[in-house]
T-cell receptor
Framework: QQQVKQSPQSLIVQKGGISIINCAYE??????FPWYQQFPGKGPALLIAIRPDVSEKKEGRFTISFNKSAKQFSLHIMDSQPGDSATYFCAASRETSGSRLTFGEGTQLTVNP | NAGVMQNPRHLVRRRGQEARLRCSPM?????VYWYRQLPEEGLKFMVYLQKENIIDESGMPKERFSAEFPKEGPSILRIQQVVRGDSAAYFC????????????FGPGTRLTVT
């Protein structure tokens, strides 16, 4: 019930294309859904996050789409660039559990020039 | 540097030794989380602390692992009698506390047990 499932495991996109990463969760008590970007040898960096009272949030080239009824959310990276090549993790938390994050398995994104 | 700081960045220990990992949260943050990332895997929650108090340790292995966040100084994750399976990256994150969700991660400590 605490799991977050992420797909695909790896993704290759051409420069300028759209990268789409999907996550599904089971626990309807989750009320915060962030995405993190991690480069090799670095810590995860908070990219963008959404609460379940909205269906979409956009920040620059990054958009989260949220479907509460389906218990799914996705990250869209528009105009993907080689510098976006990294591992992306979705996560979920709920305030009543102290906001500890439950992470997806990660997606390794490669953007070819 | 106003970010989360962790040290050491790399730590090598022989089986049976103790590993001590340190985390200084972002300025103004009073809550600390520890996560472990095994090779080729996602991050797993270990423990959640605030100053002088363990809030949630449900992700901590029952033996050999302990954590503290004293009134003064950094948070410490201690692993006693390390085994090869403890080799992983250990990340600390901090937040402002209750009512806030955003967690900001440090660069991690990469523990290698030989």
């Amino acid at each position: 019930q605490q799991q977050v499932k992420q797909s695909p495991q790896s993704l290759i996109v051409q420069k300028g294309g759209i990268s789409i990463i999907n996550c599904a969760y089971e626990n309807t008590a989750f009320d915060y859904f962030p995405w993190y970007q991690q480069f090799p040898g670095k810590g995860p960096a908070l990219l963008i996050a959404i609460r379940p009272d909205v269906s979409e949030k956009k920040e620059g080239r990054f958009t989260i789409s949220f479907n509460k009824s389906a218990k799914q959310f996705s990250l869209h990276i528009m105009d993907s660039q080689p510098g976006d090549s990294a591992t992306y993790f979705c996560a979920a938390s709920r305030e009543t559990s102290g906001s500890r994050l439950t992470f997806g398995e990660g997606t390794q994104l490669t953007v070819n020039p | 540097n106003a970010g989360v700081m962790q040290n050491p960045r790399h730590l090598v220990r022989r089986r049976g030794q103790e590993a001590r990992l340190r985390c200084s949260p972002m300025k103004g943050h009073s809550h600390v989380y520890w996560y472990r990332q095994l090779p080729e895997e996602g991050l797993k929650f270990m423990v959640y602390l605030q100053k002088e108090n363990i809030i949630d340790e449900s992700g901590m292995p029952k033996e050999r692992f302990s954590a503290e966040f004293p009134k003064e100084g950094p948070s410490i994750l201690r692993i006693q009698q390390v085994v090869r399976g403890d080799s992983a990256a250990y990340f600390c994150a901090s937040s402002l506390g209750p009512g806030t969700y955003e967690q900001y991660f440090g660069p991690g400590t990469r523990l290698t047990v030989t």
